[in-house]
């Protein structure tokens, strides 16, 4: 079922998240601007499923958009590498790259994903799968891909989707060749889980290495 845009109670509820980054970014952004983004939010999010969840997804996206932006413009310092991961629908791929990465990094790394051409939900398999590495991807949903998040952006990696991005100079781009799980059974979607999990590791190893314990003596 499609989300009612007009519905009472539905607005009512966005109302209240409004209200909640109006707090949080006073003095970034005026209540106008915080409003565009949380309605333009919502009408990108309407065709998603869990719909008792669309305010809690509206307020974690337009945040997102918001806090991006906000590093695009220097209102907001980077205080860790950003990570943007795309794929074509962010029901897969992407979703579990940037799950991983996210569990791996330990806050070493902020990481973000989207989608060329958002599915309605999650694939189950890939919800799944990464479930059993102990990362629950369960309330996460798929998100387009919006300009801020992409200049905000340290590296970019795309997964099936390459010619969708836009490039920005000054930013580190790669296309992982990663089969997508969306034809995959639940067998198959673990392999596609292992070899990205590999992948992630690499890149965290370069992007944010851990720091080596100072020596005694």
């Known amino acids: 079922m499609a989300i009612q845009l007009d519905d009472p109670e539905l607005r009512g509820h966005i109302r209240k998240e409004l209200e909640k980054l109006t707090d949080e970014f006073s003095g970034i952004y005026s209540r106008e601007t915080i409003e565009r983004y949380v309605w333009e939010s919502l009408e990108h999010l309407r065709g998603a499923k869990l719909q008792d969840f669309i305010p809690l997804f509206v307020h974690r996206f337009a945040r997102e958009r918001l806090r991006a932006l906000a590093q695009v413009e220097g209102a907001m310092t980077k205080d860790v ?20 990465l996210d569990e791996y990094a330990g806050g070493r790394v902020h990481v973000r994903s989207a989608g ?12 799944a799968a990464v479930g059993e590495l102990g990362v629950d991807i369960a309330k996460e949903f798929p998100k387009p891909m919006t300009d801020e998040v992409v200049r905000a952006a ?59 314990p100072a020596n005694g003596g």
Do not use: H
Not at 116 to 127: K, R, T
């Open 81 to 100: 590498p950003e990570v943007l991961f795309v794929c074509v629908e962010n029901a897969g791929r992407s979703q579990m790259a940037a799950a991983l």
């Open 116 to 127: 060329s051409a958002p599915a309605a939900e999650i694939n189950p398999a890939v919800v």
């Open 154 to 212: 340290d590296v970019v990696i795309t997964m099936g989707c390459g010619d969708a991005c836009p490039i920005y100079p000054g930013k580190r781009y790669e296309d992982w060749e990663v089969a997508d799980p969306a034809a995959a059974d639940l067998e198959g979607v673990r392999r596609i889980r292992d070899e990205i999990a590999e992948r992630v590791r690499a890149l965290l190893a370069e992007i944010a290495p851990e720091a080596s």
